[in-house]
């Protein structure tokens, strides 16, 4: 193709110069004219017969390059099937290999089975174990030995055993180390824990578990109750003999399970508007008989004390029946009677103040509970109608609140009735001591009428 395009470019340099040589020479005559055309002809011959040579040339090297083309595909696609046959027979020496090996191994591949199972078991557990949060990274090993193809020397057999025998020495121990507890706002605390064999980790007398997703002791969100958190202090504190603790059997799977309980302020507030309403009315009840019970106790060691000295009424109850018979010694009986009944019953509104409002509120709490459970539970159904029952979570909260709000009323029934039963009888108490010196007042006046 170059020696083409160089050819093409000569020819026509030569035409360039041939035309303006005959621009500058024009032939004068005939004969000049001849030679001329002569001249130009036979120099456009030789042009074209080197033209032809070139392109003859090049023909001969396009198909010298096809040849040698042809020629690589042909020995390509005989490597290609060279390398096919190569590896068919590289997998078949493989199979076999494999087989023969499987045959060598005999039950040393059993063997190898079975210590591959065990090890992904107990890789397992060591990574959740709580004896990892003294001794970390112990499972390392355990999984690589989980995770090989090859047969396991007899070293390794050994240390996996021995891994095992540990974990069992350390199960049976309790132990305080230094370590880190991560607390639930994220800072880092250096102190001393306690491991009770695999079941518990204590710290700062609280329980604290082991997080093996993260590598990190952390401290519980939410304690158990507090009679089982009492006892740790008393525990970390012994250094021999035996003291009382609650464990989690299951390896701290409880102790998660109780940061989820509710407490008493989530639980208040699952019952509702309804549910701080029967608070309210506990607290009022509450407030009610605690004054009740503090102004009937002032009166009854007022009139206590006025019993002991019935010549000089003082103010008080009895002081103001007294009072009065004094100052009507001198009227018939019935008279007096009829007066000291006045004088009672001018006491006892004041002894028998707002005591029926205890009464009305221990009974408007278990209504107020009836009423949240009804609304409760027609929330639940319509959950139930919007989203079905896939989701027990959607539920919940209306289910929550019709429990919570019957609690909450049986809880504020319960002391407001009991309640109202103490103010009612120390009321009575002190009018029946009223009415009681009222006789005998009479009858010491009837006696000295009739004498």
Do not use: C
């Amino acid at each position: 193709m170059k020696k083409l395009i160089k050819t093409a470019i000569l020819a026509s340099t030569l035409s360039l110069m041939s035309g303006m040589a005959s621009a500058a020479d024009a032939p004068k005559s005939i004969d000049q004219l001849l030679k001329q055309v002569q001249s130009e002809r036979a120099t456009d011959a030789r042009v074209n017969k080197k033209r032809e040579q070139e392109f003859r040339n090049e023909r001969g090297d396009k198909a010298a390059l096809l040849k040698r083309e042809k020629q690589a595909l042909a020995a390509e696609k005989q490597r290609g099937k060279d390398l096919n046959q190569a590896f068919l027979d590289n997998e078949r020496k493989i199979a076999q290999l494999e087989e023969d090996l499987k045959t060598a191994q005999g039950d040393l591949g059993e063997m190898f089975g079975v210590v591959k199972g065990d090890a992904g078991d107990f890789a397992g557990k060591l990574a959740a174990s709580n004896i990892s949060a003294q001794y970390p990274g112990r499972n390392t090993f355990i999984e690589e030995l989980a995770a090989r193809k090859q047969l396991p020397k007899i070293e390794e057999l050994h240390k996996f055993w021995e891994a095992q025998l540990f974990e069992m020495a350390e199960s049976g121990k309790v132990v305080t180390f230094d370590g880190s507890v991560t607390d639930i706002d994220g800072s880092v605390q250096n102190t001393k824990i306690t491991r009770v064999g695999t079941f518990n980790l204590l710290a700062n007398n609280e329980y604290v578990v082991y997080n093996s997703d993260l590598n990190l002791i952390q401290e519980l969100s939410q304690q158990p109750d507090g009679y089982q958190v009492s006892p740790i202090k008393k525990f970390e504190a012994t250094t021999s003999g035996y003291a009382k603790l609650y464990i989690d059997p299951v390896r701290g799977v409880l102790l998660n399970i109780f940061t989820q309980k509710a407490t008493i302020e989530e639980r208040i507030e699952a019952g509702g508007t309804i549910g701080y309403i029967i608070i309210a009315l506990l607290i009022l009840g509450a407030l009610i008989s605690i004054e009740r019970l503090v102004t009937l106790g002032v009166v009854g060691a007022k009139v206590k004390s006025q019993r002991k000295n019935l010549d000089k009424p003082g103010n008080n109850a009895l002081g103001r029946v007294l009072k009065v018979y004094d100052d009507n010694k001198d009227v018939d009986v019935e008279t007096l009677e009829l007066k000291l009944d006045e004088a009672i019953l001018k006491e006892t509104p004041a002894l028998e103040a707002r005591i029926s409002i205890i009464k009305v509120l221990a009974a408007i709490a278990p209504m107020m509970g009836l009423l949240g459970t009804v609304t409760g539970m027609i929330a639940t159904f319509q959950s139930i109608q919007l989203f079905g029952t896939g989701d027990p979570k959607l539920m919940a909260g209306g289910i929550s609140m019709a429990l919570m709000t019957t609690v909450q009323g049986l809880v504020a029934a319960l002391p407001l009735m009991l309640m109202h039963a103490v103010v009612v009888a120390r009321s009575k108490t002190i009018v029946q001591v009223l009415e009681e010196q009222s006789a005998g007042i009479i009858a010491s006046h009837a006696e000295k009428r009739n004498a």
